[in-house]
């Protein structure tokens, strides 16, 4: 069964960093891009960032030169390195494939960024 398992979230300072992690099963990761999301109370789940199966990656102006997207298809992991946080980052993050349809979400990572 397809499942992704989003981690490594948690409350850090404004200035800080965090790193985001998000493992897959049930496909063939290789095969997919996929992408980090992210939605804040109230608001709509927004795409911050994408990693195509050939690992070109795309960032949302709001995050581009603090996030950084990488994969690794040996672990079946996405991960999203995320620096010089803002507490406007404050949100449930979640990983899923982008270009297709959506696998079913995982639970997501609460970040929090205090100012």
């Known amino acids: 069964q397809v499942q992704l398992v989003e981690s490594g979230g948690g409350l850090v300072q404004a200035g800080g960093s965090l790193r985001l992690s998000c493992a897959a099963s049930?496909?063939?990761?290789?095969?997919?891009?996929m992408g980090w999301y992210r939605q804040a109370p109230g608001k709509q789940r927004d795409l911050v960032a994408t990693?195509?199966?050939?690992?070109?990656?795309s960032y949302a102006d709001s995050v581009r030169g603090r996030f950084t997207i990488s994969r690794d298809n040996a672990k079946n992991t996405v991960y999203l390195q995320m620096d010089s946080l803002k507490p406007e980052d404050t949100a449930v993050y979640y990983c899923?494939?982008?270009?297709?349809?959506?696998?079913?979400w995982g639970q997501g990572t609460q970040v929090t960024v205090s100012s």
């Open positions: 899923n494939a982008v270009g297709g349809l959506p696998l079913p």
């Open positions: 049930g496909i063939i990761f290789s095969s997919y891009g």
């Open positions: 990693i195509t199966r050939g690992r070109i990656s």
